[in-house]
Nanobody
Framework: QVQLVESGGGLVQPGGSLRLSCAAS?????MGWYRQAPEKERELVAA???????NYADSVKGRFTISRDNAKNTVYLQMNSLKPEDTAVYYC?????????????WGQGTQVTVSS
């Protein structure tokens, strides 16, 4: 059993910034965030794998930066220049190996609201 605890969500004005954190109970191959807004499909926002290779959704590229602290088993998502369309519940996820079928785990979710 892998536990993921995420934090850092909140209410921010358009153009503002938030930093999400996700702490895992053990080391994992890949960690990142999906987000889900009402009436929208769940969307991969960003991910970072062993070796620090990263992936970003086109909608956030250039605004969001994902990083990890391997010693703390923690991943961070720095979100800058936030837009109302970034409003969603952000779910941290982790893959035990490069193959998601070998174990995918989810955090509890944190609400990000971008509004004036």
């Amino acid at each position: 059993q892998v536990q993921l605890v995420e934090s850092g969500g909140g209410l921010v004005q358009p153009g503002g910034s938030l930093r999400l954190s996700c702490a895992a109970s053990r080391s994992l191959f890949r960690m990142g965030w999906y987000r889900q807004a009402p009436e929208k499909e769940r969307e991969l926002v960003a991910a970072i794998a062993s070796g620090d290779t990263t992936n970003y959704a086109d909608s956030v590229k250039g605004r969001f930066t994902i990083s990890r602290d391997n010693a703390k088993n923690t991943v961070y998502l720095q979100m800058n220049s936030l837009k109302p369309e970034d409003t969603a519940v952000y779910y941290c996820y982790a893959d035990l190996t490069r193959w998601p079928n070998n174990g995918r785990y989810w955090g509890q979710g944190t609400q990000v609201t971008v509004s004036s």
